[in-house]
């Protein structure tokens, strides 16, 4: 996975927003433009293996800016579209 | 210098002792080079073979992705990422099959384009070499783009591991007619009758499978699941077996037509067939029979050791994007 995010105090929304659709893009070998963040994963075609691939592409590159940066399995089932991945994130990052 | 393979010691209903014996008959009888990955502690004798020790093991009922991502020091998780670390040549597998498949995906990743990888499985043929049928079960739901890639994944397989040139691609159906079918087939067929990297030989029925007048069959995980389970023919077998038993003159017949049944009985148990093989992986990976004994554990590495001989991956990287193979 490629995409870089910057340093930690550039990971704002629209930050993470990039590096969600680009990471998700990549996944279901789409361009980053298609990825629409209300459009539910599935209706995109992300099963629950993609969403496994997007969880561990997000930690390898957010681990970077923030030690240990986790995603906790249980959470996965309350996020349904790029925006609740997104909102997630920020929200984690915040707490971090 | 030959890579060893990378065998999950832990997973399989009579693991690890039946794996582990296959392992060494793997080495004894085909000289082949493999690795075991497991629990030392809950392994016993390894027979003599090097051992990658790990501290967990994914159960046959393991949620997949989560316990991939829970037991990162699982058998499963280490043998894919001997793979992906350039120490092993391929993993083999007798354990929980999401897992299984997750551990390949996220540990060795796929190949550049691919949208899902998918399972293969040989069907033996009649006079022909075996007709390669996926999906087997990976991918319940799929896109027509999806089924396009497999047809294309399954052709470079057949022409790498069975030396048929341009092999020739059925398209699962109710009937060989273009117009019959669900708007996926319907949609698939018109996609694969345009794709001059695909020969296309179009529908074929649930009666093409044995004998197949195909190299490969593509269709949908939940169709060529069905398919598959129905074509372990057990019931053709037990009652053929029992037509023999019938009185002194048939089980004479019997005896006379064994040596002609027996070759293409034993093709077809899932011993001799070894496992599936996973294709659209950036390595290779066979799921073996979660029954497996040690002689379908020999023939999974078997089949493992065949497919690296023969480049399948790189075969693969090219049939998806010709223009950087």
Same mark, same amino acid.
């Given at each position: 996975?490629?995409?870089?995010?910057?340093?930690?105090?550039?990971?704002?929304?629209?930050?993470?927003?990039?590096?969600?659709?680009?990471?998700?893009?990549?996944?279901?070998?789409?361009?980053?433009? %298609?990825? *629409?963040?209300?459009?539910?994963?599935? /209706?995109?075609? $992300?099963?629950?293996?993609?969403?496994?691939? +997007?969880?561990? !592409?997000?930690?390898?590159?957010?681990?970077?800016?923030?030690?240990?940066?986790?995603?906790? %399995?249980? *959470?996965?089932?309350?996020?349904?579209? /790029?925006?609740? $991945?997104?909102?997630?994130?920020?929200?984690? +990052?915040?707490? !971090? | 210098?030959?890579?060893?393979?990378?065998?999950?010691?832990?997973?399989?209903?009579?693991?690890?002792?039946?794996?582990?014996?296959?392992?060494?008959?793997?080495?004894?009888?085909?000289?082949?080079?493999?690795?075991?990955?497991?629990?030392?502690?809950?392994?016993?004798?390894?027979?003599?073979?090097?051992?990658?020790?790990?501290?967990?093991?994914?159960?046959?009922?393991?949620?997949?992705?989560?316990?991939?991502?829970?037991?990162?020091?699982?058998?499963?998780?280490?043998?894919?990422?001997?793979?992906?670390?350039?120490?092993?040549?391929?993993?083999?597998?007798?354990?929980?099959?999401?897992?299984?498949?997750?551990?390949?995906?996220?540990?060795?990743?796929?190949?550049?384009?691919?949208?899902?990888?998918?399972?293969?499985?040989?069907?033996?043929?009649?006079?022909?070499?075996?007709?390669?049928?996926?999906?087997?079960?990976?991918?319940?739901?799929?896109?027509?783009?999806?089924?396009?890639?497999?047809?294309?994944?399954?052709?470079?397989?057949?022409?790498?591991?069975?030396?048929?040139?341009?092999?020739?691609?059925?398209?699962?159906?109710?009937?060989?007619?273009?117009?019959?079918?669900?708007?996926?087939?319907?949609?698939?067929?018109?996609?694969?009758?345009?794709?001059?990297?695909?020969?296309?030989?179009?529908?074929?029925?649930?009666?093409?499978?044995?004998?197949?007048?195909?190299?490969?069959?593509?269709?949908?995980?939940?169709?060529?699941?069905?398919?598959?389970?129905?074509?372990?023919?057990?019931?053709?077998?037990?009652?053929?077996?029992?037509?023999?038993?019938?009185?002194?003159?048939?089980?004479?017949?019997?005896?006379?037509?064994?040596?002609?049944?027996?070759?293409?009985?034993?093709?077809?148990?899932?011993?001799?067939?070894?496992?599936?093989?996973?294709?659209?992986?950036?390595?290779?990976?066979?799921?073996?029979?979660?029954?497996?004994?040690?002689?379908?554990?020999?023939?999974?590495?078997?089949?493992?050791a065949e497919m690296d001989a023969a480049g399948v991956?790189?075969?693969?990287?090219?049939?998806?994007?010709?223009?950087?193979?």
């Amino acid at each position: 996975m490629t995409s870089d995010v910057g340093s930690t105090s550039s990971l704002d929304r629209a930050a993470i927003l990039a590096l969600v659709s680009d990471q998700l893009a990549q996944i279901l070998e789409v361009t980053p433009t %298609d990825i *629409d963040e209300d459009i539910p994963f599935d /209706v995109m075609g $992300a099963d629950s293996l993609a969403l496994i691939e +997007l969880v561990e !592409a997000l930690e390898e590159s957010l681990a970077t800016q923030v030690q240990g940066f986790h995603i906790d %399995d249980e *959470d996965l089932e309350g996020l349904s579209s /790029v925006r609740d $991945a997104v909102d997630y994130v920020v929200a984690k +990052l915040q707490l !971090a | 210098m030959t890579l060893p393979i990378a065998l999950d010691a832990m997973g399989g209903d009579f693991a690890p002792q039946e794996i582990i014996k296959g392992a060494r008959r793997a080495v004894d009888e085909l000289g082949l080079q493999v690795t075991l990955v497991g629990v030392p502690e809950r392994m016993g004798d390894p027979l003599g073979l090097e051992v990658v020790a790990c501290s967990e093991v994914i159960e046959m009922d393991d949620e997949p992705g989560s316990s991939v991502r829970k037991k990162k020091d699982s058998s499963l998780v280490r043998a894919a990422e001997l793979v992906r670390d350039g120490k092993a040549s391929a993993f083999v597998s007798a354990g929980n099959t999401g897992a299984t498949m997750a551990s390949a995906l996220l540990r060795m990743g796929r190949l550049p384009g691919v949208l899902r990888p998918c399972i293969a499985t040989p069907i033996p043929n009649v006079g022909r070499p075996p007709c390669t049928m996926v999906d087997a079960g990976a991918n319940a739901e799929c896109s027509p783009e999806m089924l396009v890639q497999f047809a294309k994944l399954a052709a470079a397989f057949a022409s790498a591991r069975f030396a048929i040139p341009a092999p020739t691609v059925g398209l699962l159906s109710i009937g060989e007619e273009s117009t019959k079918g669900t708007p996926l087939v319907k949609e698939t067929h018109e996609l694969l009758s345009a794709d001059a990297g695909v020969n296309f030989f179009g529908n074929v029925e649930g009666r093409d499978l044995i004998p197949s007048p195909v190299d490969v069959i593509v269709t949908d995980g939940f169709t060529g699941n069905v398919a598959l389970k129905t074509l372990e023919l057990q019931f053709v077998f037990t009652t053929v077996l029992a037509a023999i038993d019938t009185n002194d003159e048939t089980r004479a017949a019997g005896h006379a037509l064994a040596p002609y049944l027996m070759p293409t009985v034993t093709t077809l148990t899932p011993e001799y067939q070894g496992g599936a093989m996973l294709l659209g992986l950036n390595g290779i990976c066979v799921i073996s029979h979660g029954a497996s004994n040690d002689t379908a554990i020999m023939n999974a590495l078997r089949v493992a050791a065949e497919m690296d001989a023969a480049g399948v991956v790189e075969k693969m990287r090219t049939a998806i994007r010709p223009d950087q193979g």
